[in-house]
C-alpha cells in the first residue's frame, strides 16, 4: 500500500480543475507518472473537467455595456 498514492489521489480532481499550486502539481504529475492508476483517473478527471469548463465565449472580449441605473440628479 502506497500512502502517497491515497494522498495525491485525492488530489487529482482538483488538480484536473486547476485548484493546486504550482508545488503540489508537480507532486501529483510526478507520482501519475510512475503511477498508472493514477494516470488513468488524472485523464478521467481532466475530461470531466473540461466538460465542467466550457470553451470560453468568442466574445470573451467585449463586456456588455449596461447603462447605468443611478440618475445624477443635480
Ligand atoms: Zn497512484
Known sequence: ???LHD???ESL??????LLDDEEKRAV?????????CSAELDDFL????L?????MPA?????SRPEMSTTSE
Open 52 to 56: 465542467l469548463r466550457p470553451a470560453p
Open 1 to 3: 500500500m502506497n500512502v
Open 47 to 50: 475530461e470531466l473537467a473540461a
Open 13 to 18: 480532481g482538483a488538480l484536473a480543475l486547476g
Open 29 to 37: 504529475l510526478h507520482h501519475a507518472d510512475a503511477c498508472p492508476e
Open 7 to 9: 494522498a495525491l489521489r
Open 60 to 64: 470573451a472580449g467585449s463586456t456588455p
